[in-house]
């Protein structure tokens, strides 16, 4: 790797073995083996490496989730399989994934401090939730998003507001955050009452009838 690579690379690994705001610049040029000097040249400051750092380790983040996934024998595409249940088996293995990703998802909260004060960080972000909402429609509904994007970029905006939340509850009291199943009975419970509130009462029915 060239000395980028090289830093990108370090700068990676001190967000994971440090967190985003505890990582200092020569942390990361003692991680990547390269001089302080090659911050500068290759990304103007160390906030922009750690940023450029931070949006790419989320993005192994969710390759190695749909590598998991694919390893489970395609559980989320398997035609025979229940969609409820499918949708807990999914949830299942990314609430796991939080465990051993935990740096990376505290910083990436530490990264939203940022935002206001660094228009090219919020630039990169969008760019990143919108990739990340593509991703994730594809991974959870198998919507490709080359045929249809709007409809990919709405289910993926509902599957990233629910893993933002559930980060977030995660971060914040682990044992008690919902488990996949958890997520599939409360599916489960939204779509009845829709579909009972749905149903016409039988004061309408009658109503109809007379007219």
């Known amino acids: 790797m060239g000395n980028r690579e090289d830093l990108l690379a370090g700068a990676k690994r001190c967000l994971y073995e440090k967190g985003y705001a505890r ?7 003692a991680a990547s083996g390269v001089s302080l000097a090659a911050i500068g040249y290759h990304f103007g400051s160390m906030e922009a490496l750690l940023n450029a750092a931070l949006i790419e380790a989320i993005g192994d983040w969710g390759d190695e ?3 998991v996934l694919a390893a489970e024998g395609g559980v989320p595409f398997d035609p025979a399989a229940d969609p409820i249940e ?7 293995r990314v609430i796991e994934s939080f465990a051993t990703h935990r740096q990376l998802l505290v910083a990436s909260f ?16 969008a760019e990143a939730f919108q990739q990340g909402r593509l991703g994730l429609a594809e991974l959870f509904q198998g919507i490709d998003s ?12 509902f599957y990233q507001a629910l893993m933002t939340g ?35 009462s039988k004061g ?8």
């Open 204 to 211: 309408d029915e009658a109503a109809d009838m007379d007219e």
């Open 65 to 67: 989730i749909g590598r």
């Open 110 to 125: 530490e990264f939203f401090t940022q935002l206001d004060r660094a228009p090219d960080v919020r630039r990169a972000l």
């Open 166 to 200: 559930l980060i977030a509850q995660w971060l914040a009291e682990p044992d008690r955050v919902p488990s996949g199943h958890n997520l599939a009975d409360a599916l489960r419970i939204i779509i009845s009452r829709t579909e009972q509130a749905a149903q016409p």
């Open 146 to 157: 080359t045929k249809d994007e709007h409809t990919a970029w709405m289910v993926g905006s």
């Open 23 to 29: 990582t200092t610049a020569r942390d990361i040029a």
């Open 86 to 92: 499918r949708f807990a088996a999914i949830w299942t």
